[in-house]
Structure formats: structure tokens, C-alpha cells
């Protein structure tokens, strides 16, 4: 359940957007509050117009005083109106631009494990939803808010200045008309929010599922993403309804209580005039300032269920933004140079009370070899988002010379480590973009030598743009080990000094594998982390772990592991096994 948001918090919320501009915000909107309370002169002036017209006994030159004031009160009024509003409408298109930018920034800044939380869809819902509300907010106060607020307040004045009786009378009028909004407003608000996270479901799931496209026409999932996809319109369709039959209920009540005391104000006006205690110019102004209070609820009636559906997707936004997690995980120590990883004692789980890596100690030393080995699900790949400090251990240390990895600045460990995930990911780019990506360098020979460690020059020759060939949209136009290929070109051009392979030979033939292990192999100065179901392309690492649930079992050279005669030769024998069938 969604903690509750209040008034309070929605303003602040509303204001740290403004808070780049407040100077200017609090000046035009100055401006614009004068140019209203100007704007509420003419009528006054148009009711001695009408008494001078009915009971000409002033002269002609007070009519035309007069005239000249009716005139230049309408044209400041409205010229300051005009002009604040203008202005105001051009922060507002500023503080959206920020809005979105810097939202975008802080969810891309969240940590990984703040990222799997929630689809990505859903969070750019939420920002987007977010910002175009914080626009719909804007263009509401400027033109509307401002303007029937002001001028109410303005009014009220004008008729406790007339009679007592008229300003008690609008005064319980507007309670009891704001009365009823609100206990209408409080159901609808309940339902926007329903609305908004359903929305937020579908739009995340049709995210989902146009970015997992060709998986899902490979599996026949077509008519199943329908169905959830239907599923999930059916229930925004259904809260829609739901919301509809609700503000018809509210229009009914709120126009009855508007016509009764409407009805009620016409006879307090009707029997003063008939005692001569009114003139007939101030019953015409009465009807356009009554006029003007009914704009103001009308506008409160239809603009509430705005600013309800605002408020919620203000929440839903702010919630986000709140949710992203302080960077406590980033250090400040830039990492220049190193010589020792040690994990000691690790322990994590993707989620509370889950222990993926259990007590988990390695010593990584710099120009090392490792493989990695174990059963899918023991956690290979966890171990190497731990490193990449993609997550921090939920017990335990990882101590990079003398610094835990809390204290390190992520960048400077990023910078030192080059990762080849188990499924590589390439941009609809060039091949040669692909590889260069990863590297503010432009170094031809680097790359050159990238391609041919990786043996992706091969798969660069088939091609008729050679290097310039466009990868489609998540690299489908090539082979998944052509693609792996590329993987290990862009982290070869990274040129870092530690190299991280996640099973990133795995769709190759054996004889491509060996000859890009070997290549590896021959990289000076490298400190290689690898792991793969192959145990021969392990064969020339410094050490090898074993890992079965989380948990290091067996640690050493092959040679060495195979001697011990434990699992890890138990599975080299498997793999032989096969090999020879
Ligand atoms: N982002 C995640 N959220 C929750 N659980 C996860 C996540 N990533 C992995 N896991 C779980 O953690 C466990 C270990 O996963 P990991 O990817 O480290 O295994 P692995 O040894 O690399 O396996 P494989 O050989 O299949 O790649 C698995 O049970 C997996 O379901
Ligand atoms: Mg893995």
C-alpha cells in the first residue's frame, strides 16, 4: 500500500521543480495577481456607468471619467495578464525540460539492484506520466488557478464591502460546494492511483515484450502476450468506467447545490432592490461577480480531477525518484593502481534472506589466470557482478588492496575491468562502432589487434561492408557467436587490465574457442577471469574454482584439481565422456 501523500508534500514536490526559478516564478506571478485584481475594476466602474445612464444628474464629464477608467483598467489588467502569463509559460517549458532530464539522469544512476526492482517500462511511465502532469500543473496554474483564485478572494472582498449578508452567504456557499468535492475527490483519488499503476503494468509489459520480441515468436508466446496484454487493457478499461460513473455523481450533486444558492443569492438581491437599498448598476456587477465565483467552482469541480490524477502520478514519480537509493555504495577513492582482489567471507542474495554467493573467499592477484567452474545457477555470473561492483555483498568484504569496494569510486573500477557478459549486447550500430564503443581512444592498430585476437576479422571478411556493416536492433542480423565475437573485440579495445570472460566463448565451435583462448592466453599483463563449460579451454589458467551453491569447494591449478581427484575431476571425466561420443 502506497504510503499516503499529502497536500503539503504535492506542493513541495511541485515547488522543488521551481526551485531553479523561484525568483522569477514569485515575480511574474506577482504580476499576474495585479493584472487580475486591475482586471476587477471595470465591472465596478461599468455599474456607475449604468446608475449615471438611469440618474443623470453628475454631469457629462463624470461619464466620461468614467469611460477613460473602464477603459485603461481593462487594458493594464489584461496587458499584465497577458504578459506575466508568457513569461511564466516559457519557465514552465524550462523547469519540464529539467524535470525529465534530470529524472532520466537519477534512474540511470540507480544501482542495479535498485534497477532489477522494477521493468524499465514502468519507471519510464512513471517519468513520463510524471512530466507531462507537472505541465498540465503548470498550465493550470497560469491560466486557471491564478486567475479564479485571486478573483474570488478579490470578489469577496468586493461584496463584504457591499453587505454582510452577501458574504455569508457565498462564504457557506463555497464551503458546502468544496465540502462535497472533496468527499467525492477522496473516492476518485483512490481510483486514479489504481488506474495509474495499471497503466504502468501494461505499459511495462508491452515494454517487456516488444523488446523480447524474436524470443517470444520463437517460443509461439504471440497469443499468450496478447491475452496478458488484453488481460491488463481489460482492467484499465474497467477502472476508467469505474472513475466515469464517479465524477457523473459528483457533476449531479455539485450543479444542484450551485442552482440553489444561486436561487437563494436572486431573492436577497431581488428584495433589496424592491427597499431601494440597491441600485440596479450594482445588481448587474453582483450577476458578473457571482458570474466570476461560479467560473472559479466550475473550474475546481473539472480541475480537481486533474489535479487528483496529477497528484497521483506526481506521487508515482516522486516515489521513484525517492526510491533510488542515495549513492552511499559510491567511494571517493579513485582506484589507480592495484595488485590484490580479495574476497573475504562474501556472502549475497538477489533478495532478503536469499543466499546466492555463501562465505565466498578468493584472492585475485594482479597478471593472475582464473577459471571459473561450476553447475548453471552456482553462481558464476553473480560473482563477476559483484566484482564489477554491480551489487555490494550482503556480508563479507571485497577488499582491493587496501580498500573496500564501498570506498571505491565505481568508474575508476570500472575503467581498470573489461567484461564480456554471458549475452552480449550490441547497439544497432556498425560493427566497428560496436567494438569502439567502449573507449574514448581511436587507436587503429588497437582495434586491429582487437579483431584478430577475437577472431572477429573473420567474421568482419564475410561481410559485404566488412566493419561498416549496421547491426540490426540487438544484433539479430549476425550469428550468436559472431556476436560473441564482437562481445570480445569491444572489451579487447577497452584495453583494460583485468579481462572478465562470462562463458562469452560459449556458442562457438571447440576449435574457434581454443584458438580464441589461446590468443587470450598470449595477452601480457592481463589479468583474466574466465568461465566456461569447457573445462579444456581452462587448461592454461594459473587457478581454478569450483563452485557449487554459492560456495568455493575446490581451488587450485588444473593439474592440481585433476590430482585431487574431487568433483572438478569427476566432471572432466564427464566432459571427456562426451567428447569422445
Ligand atoms: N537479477 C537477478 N535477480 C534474482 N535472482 C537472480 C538474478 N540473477 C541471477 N539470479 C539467481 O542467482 C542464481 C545464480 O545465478 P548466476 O547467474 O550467478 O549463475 P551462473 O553460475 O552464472 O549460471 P549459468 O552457468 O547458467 O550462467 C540463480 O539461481 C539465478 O536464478
Ligand atoms: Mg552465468
Same mark, same amino acid.
Given at each position: 500500500?502506497?504510503?499516503?501523500?499529502?497536500?503539503?508534500?504535492?506542493?513541495?514536490?511541485?515547488?522543488?521543480?521551481?526551485?531553479?526559478?523561484?525568483?522569477?516564478?514569485?515575480?511574474?506571478?506577482?504580476?499576474?495577481?495585479?493584472?487580475?485584481?486591475?482586471?476587477?475594476?471595470?465591472?465596478?466602474?461599468?455599474?456607475?456607468?449604468?446608475?449615471?445612464?438611469? +440618474?443623470?444628474?453628475?454631469?457629462?464629464?463624470?461619464?466620461?471619467?468614467?469611460? $477613460?477608467?473602464?477603459?485603461?483598467?481593462?487594458?493594464?489588467?489584461?496587458?499584465?495578464?497577458?504578459?506575466?502569463?508568457?513569461?511564466?509559460?516559457?519557465?514552465? #517549458?524550462?523547469?519540464?525540460?529539467?524535470l525529465k532530464v534530470s529524472s532520466f539522469e537519477k534512474i540511470i544512476s540507480g544501482s542495479l539492484a535498485w534497477q532489477d526492482k522494477e521493468k524499465?517500462?514502468?519507471?519510464?511511465?512513471?517519468? #513520463?506520466?510524471?512530466?507531462?502532469?507537472?505541465?498540465?500543473?503548470?498550465?493550470?496554474?497560469?491560466?486557471?488557478?491564478?486567475?479564479?483564485?485571486?478573483?474570488?478572494?478579490?470578489?469577496?472582498?468586493?461584496?463584504?464591502?457591499?453587505? @454582510?449578508?452577501?458574504?455569508?452567504?457565498?462564504?457557506?456557499?463555497?464551503?458546502?460546494?468544496?465540502?462535497?468535492?472533496?468527499?467525492?475527490?477522496?473516492?476518485?483519488?483512490? $481510483?486514479?492511483?489504481?488506474?495509474?499503476?495499471?497503466?504502468?503494468?501494461?505499459?511495462?509489459?508491452?515494454?517487456?515484450?516488444?523488446?523480447?520480441?524474436?524470443?517470444?515468436?520463437?517460443?509461439?508466446?504471440?497469443?499468450?502476450?496478447?491475452?496478458?496484454?488484453?488481460?491488463?487493457?481489460?482492467?484499465? =478499461?474497467?477502472?476508467? %468506467?469505474?472513475?466515469?460513473?464517479?465524477?457523473?455523481?459528483?457533476?449531479?450533486?455539485?450543479?444542484?447545490?450551485?442552482?440553489?444558492?444561486?436561487?437563494?443569492?436572486?431573492?436577497?438581491?431581488?428584495?433589496?432592490?424592491?427597499?431601494?437599498?440597491?441600485?440596479?448598476?450594482?445588481?448587474?456587477?453582483?450577476?458578473?461577480?457571482?458570474?466570476? =465565483?461560479?467560473?472559479?467552482?466550475?473550474? *475546481?469541480?473539472?480541475?480537481?480531477?486533474?489535479?487528483?490524477?496529477?497528484?497521483?502520478?506526481?506521487?508515482?514519480?516522486?516515489?521513484?525518484?525517492?526510491?533510488?537509493?542515495?549513492?552511499?555504495?559510491?567511494?571517493?577513492?579513485?582506484?589507480?593502481?592495484?595488485?590484490?582482489?580479495?574476497?573475504?567471507?562474501?556472502?549475497?542474495?538477489?533478495?532478503?534472506?536469499?543466499?546466492?554467493?555463501?562465505?565466498?573467499?578468493?584472492?585475485?592477484?594482479?597478471?593472475?589466470?582464473?577459471?571459473?567452474?561450476?553447475?548453471?545457477?552456482?553462481?558464476?555470473?553473480?560473482?563477476?557482478?559483484?566484482?564489477?561492483?554491480?551489487?555490494?555483498?550482503?556480508?563479507?568484504?571485497?577488499?582491493?588492496?587496501?580498500?573496500?569496494?564501498?570506498?571505491?569510486?565505481?568508474?575508476?573500477?570500472?575503467?581498470?575491468?573489461?567484461? *564480456?557478459?554471458?549475452?552480449?549486447?550490441?547497439?544497432?550500430?556498425?560493427?566497428?562502432? %560496436? *567494438?569502439?564503443?567502449?573507449?574514448?581512444? %581511436? %587507436?587503429?592498430?588497437?582495434?586491429?589487434?582487437?579483431?584478430?585476437?577475437?577472431?572477429?576479422?573473420?567474421? &568482419?571478411?564475410?561481410?559485404?561492408?566488412?566493419?561498416?556493416?549496421?547491426?540490426?536492433?540487438?544484433?539479430?542480423?549476425?550469428?550468436?557467436?559472431?556476436?560473441?565475437?564482437?562481445?570480445?573485440?569491444?572489451?579487447?579495445?577497452?584495453?583494460?587490465?583485468? @579481462? &572478465?570472460?562470462?562463458?562469452?566463448?560459449?556458442? =562457438?565451435?571447440?576449435?574457434?574457442?581454443?584458438?580464441?583462448?589461446?590468443?587470450?592466453?598470449?595477452?601480457?599483463?592481463?589479468?583474466?577471469?574466465?568461465?566456461?563449460?569447457?573445462?579444456?579451454?581452462?587448461?592454461?589458467? +594459473?587457478?581454478?574454482?569450483?563452485?557449487?551453491?554459492?560456495?568455493?569447494?575446490?581451488?587450485?591449478?588444473?593439474?592440481?584439481?585433476?590430482?585431487?581427484?574431487?568433483?572438478?575431476?569427476?566432471?572432466?571425466?564427464?566432459?571427456?565422456?562426451?567428447?569422445?561420443?
Amino acid at each position: 500500500m502506497e504510503k499516503k501523500y499529502s497536500n503539503t508534500q504535492f506542493i513541495k514536490d511541485f515547488f522543488y521543480f521551481v526551485r531553479n526559478h523561484k525568483a522569477k516564478f514569485i515575480f511574474f506571478s506577482i504580476i499576474l495577481t495585479l493584472g487580475i485584481l486591475i482586471g476587477l475594476l471595470p465591472p465596478l466602474i461599468l455599474a456607475e456607468i449604468i446608475n449615471f445612464f438611469i +440618474d443623470n444628474t453628475k454631469g457629462i464629464n463624470h461619464f466620461y471619467f468614467l469611460l $477613460i477608467g473602464f477603459l485603461t483598467s481593462t487594458m493594464i489588467g489584461y496587458s499584465l495578464i497577458s504578459f506575466s502569463k508568457y513569461k511564466l509559460e516559457i519557465l514552465s #517549458n524550462k523547469m519540464q525540460n529539467e524535470l525529465k532530464v534530470s529524472s532520466f539522469e537519477k534512474i540511470i544512476s540507480g544501482s542495479l539492484a535498485w534497477q532489477d526492482k522494477e521493468k524499465t517500462g514502468n519507471k519510464l511511465e512513471r517519468i #513520463n506520466a510524471g512530466e507531462k502532469d507537472f505541465q498540465k500543473l503548470m498550465g493550470l496554474y497560469i491560466h486557471k488557478g491564478m486567475g479564479n483564485i485571486i478573483t474570488t478572494l478579490g470578489v469577496l472582498g468586493i461584496f463584504a464591502f457591499f453587505g @454582510l449578508k452577501y458574504l455569508i452567504l457565498t462564504v457557506i456557499f463555497l464551503f458546502t460546494y468544496l465540502y462535497f468535492e472533496k468527499i467525492f475527490n477522496k473516492k476518485m483519488s483512490l $481510483i486514479s492511483l489504481k488506474l495509474k499503476k495499471a497503466k504502468e503494468e501494461s505499459s511495462g509489459s508491452s515494454f517487456e515484450i516488444s523488446s523480447t520480441i524474436s524470443t517470444i515468436k520463437s517460443l509461439g508466446l504471440e497469443s499468450h502476450s496478447q491475452k496478458k496484454i488484453f488481460g491488463l487493457e481489460d482492467n484499465i =478499461l474497467k477502472l476508467k %468506467n469505474e472513475r466515469r460513473m464517479a465524477s457523473t455523481k459528483k457533476w449531479y450533486v455539485v450543479t444542484f447545490i450551485q442552482s440553489l444558492f444561486f436561487a437563494l443569492f436572486l431573492f436577497l438581491v431581488g428584495s433589496d432592490i424592491a427597499k431601494g437599498i440597491l441600485t440596479i448598476g450594482i445588481f448587474v456587477v453582483y450577476i458578473d461577480y457571482f458570474k466570476k =465565483l461560479h467560473n472559479f467552482l466550475a473550474m *475546481v469541480s473539472l480541475e480537481s480531477n486533474r489535479v487528483i490524477d496529477v497528484k497521483s502520478s506526481f506521487n508515482r514519480m516522486m516515489g521513484l525518484l525517492r526510491s533510488i537509493p542515495e549513492i552511499k555504495e559510491e567511494g571517493a577513492h579513485n582506484l589507480e593502481s592495484w595488485k590484490k582482489i580479495n574476497f573475504k567471507g562474501v556472502s549475497f542474495g538477489y533478495n532478503k534472506n536469499e543466499k546466492i554467493l555463501k562465505n565466498f573467499n578468493l584472492e585475485i592477484n594482479k597478471g593472475e589466470k582464473i577459471g571459473v567452474v561450476g553447475f548453471s545457477g552456482s553462481g558464476k555470473s553473480t560473482f563477476f557482478k559483484l566484482l564489477l561492483k554491480l551489487y555490494l555483498p550482503s556480508k563479507g568484504k571485497i577488499i582491493i588492496d587496501d580498500k573496500k569496494i564501498q570506498e571505491i569510486k565505481r568508474d575508476s573500477l570500472l575503467h581498470k575491468i573489461s567484461y *564480456v557478459p554471458q549475452d552480449v549486447e550490441l547497439f544497432n550500430l556498425s560493427i566497428k562502432d %560496436n *567494438v569502439k564503443i567502449s573507449s574514448k581512444a %581511436n %587507436n587503429l592498430k588497437k582495434y586491429n589487434a582487437s579483431l584478430s585476437t577475437s577472431l572477429t576479422d573473420e567474421v &568482419i571478411k564475410k561481410l559485404p561492408l566488412n566493419d561498416l556493416t549496421i547491426l540490426g536492433e540487438k544484433g539479430t542480423r549476425i550469428s550468436g557467436g559472431e556476436k560473441q565475437r564482437i562481445g570480445i573485440a569491444r572489451a579487447l579495445y577497452k584495453d583494460s587490465e583485468i @579481462l &572478465i570472460l562470462d562463458e562469452a566463448t560459449s556458442n =562457438l565451435d571447440f576449435n574457434t574457442e581454443k584458438k580464441i583462448q589461446n590468443n587470450l592466453n598470449k595477452l601480457k599483463n592481463k589479468t583474466l577471469i574466465v568461465s566456461a563449460h569447457r573445462l579444456s579451454t581452462l587448461q592454461n589458467m +594459473d587457478k581454478i574454482i569450483y563452485l557449487e551453491k554459492g560456495t568455493i569447494i575446490e581451488q587450485g591449478s588444473f593439474k592440481e584439481l585433476l590430482k585431487n581427484k574431487g568433483k572438478f575431476y569427476k566432471l572432466w571425466q564427464k566432459n571427456k565422456a562426451k567428447k569422445k561420443n
